[in-house]
């Protein structure tokens, strides 16, 4: 069961929660789950855009909203706090996302929020191997050395699976290694998840990260 289903879904009410917050009509829950992902790419895109290259990754691991009738609040949660970190560059952020919006008698706030370990965060190690996947890196010695940062971060286990033309390969085919345990079939198990894509001169590869945060409860 653990491999035909979202491992968050799977999880929600027990150790997972919601990522949006909000109640609406069901005729408008389509224009605000679109509004949703709006936000989302908005911050993405800014951050990509005005972010300077270097060799770590600077990754965004979730953004949370929740809205009220007169108030759209965003928390973002940063691993490595590098560009958001001065007011002006929160302004323009807000001013970015009041455009797409186009948000008039709604009043837009955003948040900020350092993570301690941030490569306890699946979304930020997945961006750490497309990086490696990108410069030419060995698959596998991109997949050993997120393993050794998620160790170090104090996890009970990891799984990393890449599928694609791997190498440049005419067929495509998966590759997967674990280490620790992953208890994707008990509830009660706080797993973290994440699927990313990653553009490489071969062709697109899919990333996908299960991470074993703490013990059931």
Known sequence: MGQKINPLGFRLGTTQGHHSLWFTQPKNY???LQEDQQIRNCIKNYVQKNMKISSSVEGIACIQIQKRIDLIQVIIYMGFQKLLIEPRRIEELQM????KLNCVNRKL???ITRIANPYRHPNILAEFIAEQLKNRVSFRKAMKKAIELTEQAGTKGIQVQIAGRIDGKEIARVEWIREGRVPLQTIRAKIDYCSYTVRTI????????WIFVNGEK
């Open 30 to 32: 389509s224009e605000d």
């Open 96 to 99: 970015n996302v009041k455009k």
């Open 109 to 111: 706030n955003i948040a």
């Open 202 to 209: 071969y062709g697109v590869l899919g990333i996908k990260i």
